[in-house]
């Protein structure tokens, strides 16, 4: 897995969504947390309930150990997945959008010198 260390993030997003999807953890990311099972729940709202929030715990887990020390002690503790996702996303896709165009115009700007290395 790729570990997120502030200039990848694309890739990071990316390997994420499709890790957690297989794992069949993704639930927190995609729906809305329901309502908390009461008496009066059916079991098929139980067990929806009781899958969101292990996929909420599990998520939020597998996005933090994949993420570089350095970076998740600056993140905030958040309780859901989905935030905590958003959160990231909006600090760091920016850093990753400039990183690109920063390696564009400098492949841009590149002169080929003639000289073959071996």
């Known amino acids: 897995m790729t570990v997120f260390d502030g200039s990848n ?19 927190a990311l995609i729906m809305d947390k329901p309502p908390e099972a009461t008496d009066d729940s059916t079991p098929e709202q139980v067990e929806q309930s009781k899958a969101w929030a292990r996929s909420k715990r ?7 150990m994949t993420i570089a020390n350095n970076i998740k002690t600056s993140l905030p503790q958040t309780e ?39």
Do not use: I, N
């Open 80 to 118: 859901f997945a989905s935030k905590f996702l958003k959160f990231v996303e909006e600090r760091f896709k920016r850093a990753d959008k400039s990183l690109a165009g920063t390696l564009m115009a400098e492949l841009t700007t590149m002169k080929y010198g003639g000289q073959k290395e071996e």
């Open 9 to 27: 993030f694309s890739e990071w997003y990316e390997r994420v969504q499709f890790s957690l999807g297989v794992l069949d953890l993704d639930l």
């Open 58 to 64: 599990l998520s939020l887990m597998f996005m933090r």
